[in-house]
């Protein structure tokens, strides 16, 4: 059996994922380093400490860590470390230079294990659209997120009171402002999320429409309850909300460089 770890460093957590093979078995999460270099110990005392207990009793010592980073100074404290493959490109093709790795990883994860065309909505700090065809990333849109449109309309205004995501679909015609500010919101991006589908869709109707990111999967209910509402039945078109497209892109580069897999 052949045991290995994904690390995705992103903007705010450490993300981990243990594979046996191509099998995800677990996804865990660590806080960012505080800036300085650690030992081969003390980072799998570091990641042990979150992973499922399963794992630790596997040699991890001689376990593999495949890794890509978005935030360059939590990638130092580790360049020196020989247990880290880094993977600082995918052959996905048609990518402009200053495109976020992460996005690129996203798509490729998305492509390789659900099959092309494939639209990508992730939705964390940022709401990013990431469309792809054949191999190829086909364009996309990068917009504020959920959380980051709350944040701003608090910090930029002196009267607009600082306001939680609502538990469900809000009432569109708000009578106090907490309720306009999540209306404004919610129907806002769901409209963008709606516009950007509805366009995929033109060019190619069999596509798959991925959900992803820390808000992907709240997002995806209410997109889906909104499509129930406005067109009185389930939808019936190939959207899913899955957190782990990073990982999937890992795993399938990973595959195609060791042929293990």
Known sequence: MVDWLALVIGNTRWHWAWFQKSALKQVWHTSHLINHSISDRSLRSMWAEQAPPQILHLPVESM?????????????????????????RFPLRNVYSTMGLDRVTTLWGAGQHYNWPVLVIDAGTALTFTAGNAGAFAGGAISLGMRSHLAALHHSTAALPSIEPPADLPYRWADNTAS????????????????????????????????TGGDGQYLYRLYQIQHQIQQNQVPINRTWFDPNLMFWGIAAYRSEETREL
């Open 64 to 88: 593999k860590i495949w890794a890509i980073s978005v935030v360059p100074s939590q990638t130092q404290c580790l360049n020196h470390l020989t247990t880290i493959q880094w993977i600082e």
């Open 180 to 211: 306009a500010i999540q209306s404004g919101v919610i129907y806002t991006m769901l409209a963008s999320i709606q516009q950007f589908i509805h366009s995929w869709q033109q060019q190619y109707p069999r596509t798959t429409i991925l959900f």
